[in-house]
Nanobody, 124 residues
Framework: QVQLVESGGGLVQAGGSLRLSCAAS????????MGWFRQAPGKEREFVAT????????DYADSVKGRFTISRDNAKNTVYLQTNSLRPDDTAVYYC?????????????????WGQGTQVTVSS
């Protein structure tokens, strides 16, 4: 059974940073791309960042480029999202997900398993 468990969310002031983690189990972690998505209240879920299975390629939503960094440690079965220069409009529940392929993808339909989410709240 695939499990994804996010952690690291919290309340932070604008301009601050948080490091989100997602620990995976139940399938060969290093075989699949990973992604981070977020959903703000009253809004649809949106893509944030993705990384390929080897950790050699990444992609980001325009809204977070230059501020967020996705990385992975295949030895620890964990993917990270370093969030810097946070803004109030970054407030959302952040979800990690594992794809059905090695190649990175921003399409949420390519992700078959999702975590429960971690809340990030940025105050102004």
């Amino acid at each position: 059974q695939v499990q994804l468990v996010e952690s690291g969310g919290g309340l932070v002031q604008a301009g601050g940073s948080l490091r989100l983690s997602c620990a995976a189990s139940g399938r060969p972690f290093s075989s699949y791309a990973m992604g981070w998505f977020r959903q703000a209240p009253g809004k649809e879920r949106e893509f944030v960042a993705t990384i390929n299975c080897r950790g050699t390629a990444t992609d980001y939503a325009d809204s977070v480029k230059g501020r967020f960094t996705i990385s992975r440690d295949n030895a620890k079965n964990t993917v990270y999202l370093q969030t810097n220069s946070l803004r109030p409009d970054d407030t959302a529940v952040y979800y990690c997900a594992t794809a059905s392929q090695c190649v990175l993808t921003s399409n949420d339909s390519d992700y078959g398993f999702w975590g429960q989410g971690t809340q990030v709240t940025v105050s102004s």
